[in-house]
């Protein structure tokens, strides 16, 4: 059976909007030594030349500067004054100085950056943890995305919206303003210690932005795969994603129980070095489990007693057909049918291909594959595949709803669409194994 008689794709296209911006801190370059005529540094030349400036003309430009980012952001005062802070050793030879010329100061010390201008990809989906707007028959989820701005740094942003009974699926409107969180614990980071980062509850969830904090991450967030984890009735929702520092990778974990508030950690053991790691919904046989690729080329099945520490890993899929033959990974957590643990794959091909196809684990040993599908369900429509990476079709995670999964899924790294697909002519068209 051919996936277009079972896969129907929604023209639901998520774009990247280059006017969502956040305010991030702005630090000038520092000259090489032998043209600096004295000590100070370039900080320190902004603050004395704000500082100069009469009590009217800082009042003036202040206003100024409020006029022009009017409606950009929440709060900017605030942001300011917190740039400041942060400014202070630049600050502390000029005291005392006034209120506005503390603020005029902070204003210097950040930019705009365009969190989503190049790409807005790789998306997860879960089930919301509020369902008090679920539609008759429907639900309610959370949609994550990976969004890449300038110098192709990767952060994470989400969406909200609806499943109804017929599997059509609505975005609610997302909001022009964005805004990071707090975050607290970045000391003794890079260790174990979590990190914890709080939004403001009455923020819109599109507006929540998660950036690269630590050092390890900075130059990504990438590939957030995120699971709704079930454990002696309640629930918690876990992300594992690919930190990212411009020279290396490590793979972390995030966890929330309300997107609000979420705290992050590395994932340490020999299974943890690679990225695209997926963690099942629940434990099995009372073990954490996850699905991962150790070698560049196959799927392992991997287990924890703790969550954090992954060593070993049995491997259960390899490259097999090929649309597939360069490697295969997972594209999200598996899914849990009657049938078995439906796992999502990618597959790259000739002249590096992405492709989704699908596998079928047996529901109490998943080492063991039961089918698998023998061509790709997903893969770059000849009219749909330019963009920032060619030839790519990517998804970090579906959701079941009734007798279908809703897929959402990466157009070429640049935007996000959705596909339904029917369970059971999924699984009558995949092959046995």
């Known amino acids: 059976m051919s996936p277009a008689t079972f896969l129907n794709r929604q023209a639901l296209y998520l774009r990247p909007d280059p006017a969502r911006v956040i305010v991030r801190p702005f630090r000038p370059a520092t000259e090489p030594k032998d043209l600096k005529p004295t000590d100070k540094t370039r900080a320190n030349h902004i603050v004395d030349r704000v500082l100069g400036l009469d009590a009217e003309t800082t009042e ?41 010329q503390r603020r005029l100061v902070g204003s210097y010390f950040v930019h705009e950056y365009s969190f989503e201008a190049s790409a807005l990809f790789n998306p997860s989906i879960v089930v919301h943890p509020d369902q008090s707007l679920a539609p008759p028959g429907g639900l309610r989820f959370v949609l994550s995305l990976r969004a890449v701005g300038e110098g192709h740094v ?9 499943i109804a009974r017929d599997g059509s699926v609505s975005i609610d409107p997302t909001t022009r303003l964005a805004a990071m969180p707090r975050a607290t614990g970045l000391v003794p980071w890079p260790g174990d210690a979590p990190v914890e980062l709080v939004f403001k509850a009455d923020e819109d969830i599109s507006e929540r932005v998660i950036f690269p904090v630590t050092g390890w991450q900075s130059n990504g967030i990438e590939d957030a795969r995120f699971v709704r984890f079930e454990d002696r009735g309640t629930h918690t929702y876990y992300a594992t994603y690919t930190a990212y520092d411009g020279r290396a990778i490590r793979s972390e974990l995030l966890e929330t129980d309300d997107f609000v508030t979420f705290r992050m950690r590395p994932l340490g053991g020999s299974a943890a070095r690679n990225k695209g790691m997926a963690l099942f919904p629940r434990k099995l046989n009372g073990r954490y489990a996850m699905i991962g690729r150790q070698d560049n080329e196959n ?3 991997i287990y924890s007693d703790d969550l954090h520490t992954w060593d070993g890993g049995q491997p259960i899929l390899r490259p097999e057909w090929p649309w597939e033959f360069v490697q295969i990974g997972n594209c999200g957590s598996p899914i849990e049918l009657d049938q078995g643990w439906l796992l999502f794959t990618h597959g790259v091909g000739p002249v590096r291909r992405y492709a989704i196809g699908a596998a079928l684990l047996d529901k109490h040993d998943p080492s063991k594959v039961i089918a698998r599908s023998r061509e790709p369900l997903v893969h770059p429509d000849p009219q749909q595949r330019e963009g920032y990476v060619p030839n790519v079709v990517y998804t970090c995670g579906a959701i079941r709803h009734g007798p279908r999964i809703i897929l959402p899924y990466a157009v070429s790294d640049t935007f ?18």
């Open 154 to 162: 990767s952060s994470l942003t989400f969406r909200a919206g609806s």
């Open 299 to 301: 799927l392992y099945l």
């Open 416 to 433: 996000s669409n959705f596909a339904t697909i029917g369970i059971d002519a999924l699984l009558g068209a995949m092959e046995a194994q």
């Open 60 to 100: 003036r430009q202040l206003a100024a500067v409020l006029e022009n980012f009017s409606g950009r952001h929440r709060n900017l005062l605030a942001t300011f004054e917190a740039r400041a802070d942060e400014m202070e050793e630049a600050l502390v030879a000029h005291l005392p100085f006034s209120v506005a």
